[in-house]
Every structure is written in structure tokens, then in C-alpha cells.
């Protein structure tokens, strides 16, 4: 069964850091690219970072460049997502995904995980 399975979230103050682990089972992760998304309360789910199939593309939203950095394991099946100086409005639940084609919109993408929350609060 394909399945993919968040992990890493939880609370922490601003300026702290988490990351966040997406493995993949029942399917060969190497053909697929790996989205971020994350949807606080009463807004749209948003487009954080993603990786190509091969780890060569990688993208990120403006509002985490700089803080966010994704990475890939395709031996481990797993894809990280390394939160660095997190911030108040990085609050909401994570999802990882997985698609054809690499790219921040969550139309791209055809799997998903049920989400992992990360709360960032003082």
C-alpha cells in the first residue's frame, strides 16, 4: 500500500528549529518529487519547499527561504525538511506529498501524508 508517513513536529519558541522526516512505503520514491505543504487554521494549504526525483531542483516559498531546507534520501526512502530561526506564522500542520513534476502548487502532486503539526509560540 502506498503510504507516506510524516514526522519531527511538535512546539517550540521562535528563533527554534525542528525537523521534519516524510518516509514512503509500498512505492520507489526515486521517481517522484517531494513537496512540503502546510495549512494553518482558516487559511489555504501553501506550498513550502520541494525536491526533484534526482535532489537536483529545490525550491522554497519566499517566507522560508533562507530558515527551510529540504533534502532527500531515496536509499531511505525519507525526505527532510530542516526548519531553522522558526517563527510565529510558520505555525500549522505539515504535510509532505508526492508527484510527477516538482513545484509548490498542490495540484502537482498525488500522494500524501496525513500531516504532522508544528506549533511556534512563546
Known amino acids: 500500500q502506498l503510504q507516506l508517513v510524516e514526522s519531527g513536529g511538535g512546539s517550540v519558541q521562535p528563533g527554534g528549529s525542528l525537523r521534519l522526516s516524510c518516509v514512503a512505503s509500498?512505492?520507489?520514491?526515486?521517481?517522484?518529487?517531494i513537496g512540503w505543504f502546510r495549512q494553518a487554521p482558516g487559511k489555504e494549504r501553501e506550498g513550502v519547499s520541494c525536491?526533484?526525483?534526482?535532489?537536483?531542483?529545490?525550491r522554497y516559498a519566499d517566507s522560508v527561504k533562507g530558515r527551510f531546507t529540504i533534502s532527500r534520501d531515496n536509499a531511505k526512502k525519507t525526505v527532510f525538511l530542516q526548519m531553522n530561526s522558526l517563527k510565529p506564522e510558520d505555525t500549522g500542520v505539515y504535510y509532505c506529498?508526492?508527484?510527477?513534476?516538482?513545484?509548490?502548487?498542490?495540484?502537482?502532486?498525488?500522494?500524501w501524508g496525513q500531516g504532522t503539526q508544528v506549533t511556534v509560540s512563546s
Open positions: 525536491i526533484s526525483s534526482s535532489g537536483i531542483n529545490i
Open positions: 509500498g512505492f520507489t520514491l526515486d521517481y517522484y518529487a
Open positions: 506529498a508526492a508527484g510527477p513534476v516538482t513545484g509548490l502548487g498542490y495540484q502537482s502532486y498525488h500522494y
